[in-house]
């Protein structure tokens, strides 16, 4: 009953408000303040590392404004790319990932095709990439592989998130949200300048936590899904001079939640939705501290750019084996890793004949990861410490040369190399006793071409070519000998066709895309024949491609209402894989890529009025995915329905919102275990909530 008032009270809110905004429209057809309202404003970006609108990027390029996440109710990254054509979070407590064009990394991997900048500052890690929004200024996503301007790990794309820095303004905001499951979050912000046009400093702070939606009825525990995170930044800002922008930044959060999602769908220890019957308590805890820095000089001749990065991250879980109420074991792991990052750009400035961008990287990183099973009874409890350090660099160059008037030729380069030493220790039961090592060395080339062409000044055309790589690494889950220690890179090259359109004087954008991708020594997970159970080698021994299109529309028909929709399909099938067990060979030719859907769709209507009454619903759509190499392990087609609806004084606001409203049921993981039970974890169900803000 209740989400039947809610859609209600949705509607009731936003139709009236259509009817009174077309009979003002009506009214003041002859107004040029209110006809220039309807215009939808260019938008500037600065993923591809230049200032520049999003219209003259010859990519399929995403971007939601910090007023578009608010409407959203969305607190994390992964509700915002979810509407996102061809865009998808792979959401499990194995690891987040960020999937663009149907390209994933195997399950338990540590690191993703789809690179995630905040500020400029890397977040390399799968359990950083759902990371809680904090005082976002917008959200930038670039798809298709970006290797000659990102490197490594960003062979599907690369997610941008821009905050909001300090200037010459005052500003404070402190904001309250309540919500189903004792869900809290507590936080806010305050921007101000210290010296006139010199100093300025800005912090924010944010506390969120929520029992979840998952019981543990074994243990009468109803906080089997808890999270509680905590996160703060410190921005410095100083400009000494009109040419020069020096930012200091750090940004601490740390992190207890409960694990408990992974439930048994079949078999006899099979439970409902949304509960699990487990002896043990699944718990994680995550840790991260990142100082950074971000040096800008604009001159008349040249534009530079460094941005310094270190980060401590630390990253642990103790999980159930068996996840049953029977005692049989637990698995662990801590993971302890050092990142430090320099990056410095030269760039020429905006000129419209001809601009430049040269770079050099230089990256460090200590990891080391204890992965452990304990198990009551055989097998062997079997204990592992892998130890990796890497060192990368990179030289980069990119170019536009305008041809003619409304035609531009972009081309750009770039050489990285990679040195990487990995050791493994294995302990087996009370004797047993393995180590080995191994060094990675890579050099990759990533060349890109693009051509831009203004059909007319509405309408523009691109076509690109890009490569991208994902970087090979050490198996630290499930390794028991040097032959499945180790895999090497991944490679892909996209090929793409756009038009970036407006229409009606600007009321109107629609952009669409078609690529397609070659994806090579495709990184799978295998199950080694000499090895015990639970032991996975990961190799090269795929290829596979993805095809499909994209299509974003945006309007604004009348004052104060916003219509949006997009689509996205992508076909990701492997072309060769061929595995032999027990003497038999098995092709994976023709099956889908895991952990993404093939289609997936957002339609969203919002109105504000002028007397400060809002409201915004939302149809989030996704297709059929499949969860195993396979294709034997499915979720079918769902879609969520989600609204807003509230009230903006000049000073606060308050708003009631409902996500999935309709309480749709969907799984985000499914897996088999030994005997060929399947295990899934639940999405999240309905829930609804009360969102209050002030602003000084």
């Not at 309540?178 to 921007?191: H, P």
């Not at 070519?465 to 220690?485: E, R, V």
């Not at 020594?521 to 090895?531: A, I």
């Amino acid at each position: 009953m209740i989400r039947i008032l809610f859609f209600c009270f949705a509607l009731a809110l936003l139709c009236p408000g259509m009817a009174l905004a077309a009979e003002e429209a009506e009214k003041s057809s002859n107004s040029t303040h209110e006809m220039e309202s309807l215009y939808l404003q260019p938008v500037t970006v600065t993923a591809t590392k230049r200032t520049q609108k999003a219209v003259d990027v010859a990519a399929s390029i995403s971007t939601v404004s910090d007023v578009e996440i608010e409407e959203l109710s969305a607190w994390k990254l992964g509700e915002v790319l979810d509407i996102l054509p061809n865009v998808h979070l792979k959401s499990a407590t194995s690891g987040d990932s960020i999937i663009i064009r149907g390209l994933s990394s195997y399950d338990t991997s540590l690191y993703t095709p789809v690179g995630l900048y905040v500020d400029d500052v890397p977040y390399p890690l799968t359990y950083m990439q759902n990371l809680l929004f904090q005082d976002i200024e917008r959200l930038e996503v670039l798809r298709g592989p970006q290797g000659t301007l990102y490197g490594k790990n960003s062979e599907a794309g690369v997610v941008s998130i821009v905050r909001k820095a300090p200037d010459n303004e005052f500003r404070a905001r402190v904001f309250a949200d309540y919500g189903s499951y004792s869900t809290v979050r507590l936080g806010g912000s305050v921007s101000a300048p210290l010296v006139k046009d010199l100093f300025f400093l800005k912090a924010d702070i944010l506390r969120y936590q929520t029992n979840g939606y998952m019981d543990n009825d074994y243990k009468d525990d109803d906080r089997a899904g808890m999270d509680e995170t905590s996160q703060g930044r410190i921005l410095a800002r100083l400009t000494p001079t009109s040419e020069i922008d020096l930012r200091f930044g750090l940004d601490v959060s740390h992190t207890e939640k409960n694990i408990g999602f992974l439930r048994y769908a079949t078999g006899k220890a099979a439970t409902g939705p949304f509960t699990v019957m487990s002896d043990a308590e699944d718990k994680a805890h995550e840790d991260s501290v990142n100082p950074h820095m971000v040096l800008k000089y604009e001159g008349d001749a040249v534009e530079l750019t460094s941005v310094t990065s270190y980060r401590d991250y630390r990253y642990g879980f103790v999980s159930d084996l068996d996840r049953t109420s029977a005692f049989v074991g637990y698995s662990d792991m801590d993971l302890d890793q050092n990142d430090f990052s320099q990056e410095i750009r030269v760039a020429s400035p905006d000129n419209e004949t001809f601009t430049w961008l040269l770079g050099a990287y230089a990256g460090l990183n200590d990891m080391d990861v204890q992965m452990n099973r304990i198990r009551a009874r055989s097998p062997a409890s079997v204990f592992t410490e892998t130890d990796a350090q890497e060192s990368n660099y990179a030289l980069f160059g990119q170019a536009t040369y305008t041809l003619f008037k409304n035609l531009r030729l972009t081309a750009g380069l770039r050489g990285e190399f990679a040195h990487s030493y990995g050791e493994q220790t294995r302990i087996t039961g009370a004797a047993a006793f393995e180590a080995y090592s191994k060094t990675l060395d890579y050099f990759e080339l990533l060349p890109m071409v693009s051509l831009s062409w203004d059909v007319t000044s509405n309408v523009t055309a691109y076509g690109s070519w890009s490569n991208g790589f994902l970087a090979g690494g050490y198996n630290y889950f499930s390794a028991d000998s040097l032959g499945t220690f180790f895999y090497d890179p991944e490679h892909t090259t996209n090929y793409e066709l756009g038009l970036k359109t407006n229409w009606f004087s600007k009321k109107l954008l629609a952009n669409i895309s078609a690529f397609y991708i070659d994806i090579r020594d495709k990184q799978v997970r295998e199950e080694d024949p000499n090895g015990g159970i639970g032991v996975w080698k990961y190799t090269n021994a795929a290829s596979a491609h993805s095809i499909g299109v994209e299509l974003e529309l945006k309007a604004r028909p009348l004052p104060g209402l916003e219509l949006t929709g997009g689509l996205g399909y992508s076909h990701a099938v492997v072309d060769d894989w061929t595995v032999v067990n027990d003497g038999v060979p098995y092709s994976y030719e023709g099956k889908r890529l895991p952990w993404s859907p093939d289609l997936n769709y957002h339609v969203g209507a919002g109105y504000t009025h002028e007397n400060g009454l809002f409201g915004k619903v939302d149809l989030i759509g996704a297709g059929l995915q499949y969860f195993d190499a396979e294709n034997s392990l499915s979720q079918v087609g769902y879609a969520l329905f989600n609204a807003r609806v509230g009230y903006a004084a000049e000073s606060w606001d308050i708003a009631l919102w409902g996500k999935n409203i309709f309480d749709n049921r969907y799984v985000t993981k499914k897996v088999k275990d030994n005997a060929g039970d399947i295990l899934v974890e639940d999405g999240a169900p309905q829930s609804f909530g009360v969102s209050v803000s002030w602003r000084f």
